[in-house]
């Protein structure tokens, strides 16, 4: 019995100890060093997002021919749209808008600063801008994309164009018969849209 009872507190004291043991190491569990370190390994996620593909955050458009803003539109409101006559064709300018209403300024987006004009001809066309469009009649009107902007100010001899469109992407609309249709616009980024209208753009060809 005596035995028993000796085995039995002996069993309970060590337990008592492996317990009190476990308490005393605990708060040195798990510090194992930097890397486990919640906050260092949010300064980690950052890095990581700022080698991340930047994005053009446009809310909105508007269409210039000639200077003219001929249609507008910005969070799901518009207002104006696009007249061609049959057998002629139009120069569009595309100037996209931020939250606020302001010019976004896409040649400040597609690459990061500091970064010299060779090097973003080197990204296969990953950061550059372009328009994507479509869902129009195309027995009413054609449309002619201009990508190099440069190739066309080289071929009209217009030095200053960049200027004065500062960062916009231009289009060719072409009238082909008398006739209503709409255009569904997209801002591509390399592969993928950056920003799709809301509401697509009425066009008449008279």
Do not use: W
Not at 55 to 60: E, L, Q, T
Not at 153 to 175: C, K, M, N, R, V
Request: net charge negative.
């Amino acid at each position: 019995m005596f035995t028993y009872f000796f085995r039995r507190d002996f069993s309970v004291a060590i337990s008592q100890l492996m317990l009190i043991s476990l308490v005393a190491v605990l708060p040195f569990m798990g510090g194992c060093g930097e890397d486990d370190n919640p906050i260092v390994d949010d300064g980690h996620d950052h890095e990581h997002e700022a080698d991340a593909p930047l994005h053009a955050d446009a809310d909105g458009f508007n269409l210039e021919i000639n200077g003219e803003v001929v249609y507008h539109q910005h969070q799901g409101h518009h207002e104006g749209g696009l007249t061609v006559k049959a057998g002629e064709e139009i120069e569009i300018h595309v100037h996209f808008l931020d939250a606020d209403e302001n010019e976004l300024h896409l040649d400040e987006v597609a690459a990061p600063p500091g970064e010299d004009d060779d090097h973003d001809h080197d990204h296969d066309g990953a950061e550059f801008f372009s328009l994507g469009l479509s869902g129009y009649d195309s027995s009413i009107i054609n449309i002619h994309l201009d990508h190099d902007e440069h190739e066309h100010e080289e071929e009209h001899g217009e030095h200053g164009h960049e200027e004065e469109h500062g960062d916009a992407l231009p289009f060719g609309l072409e009238g082909l018969k008398a006739g209503k249709t709409e255009i569904k616009l997209q801002l591509l980024h390399g592969d993928h849209p950056d920003f799709t209208a809301a509401l697509p753009i009425p066009v008449t060809v008279e």
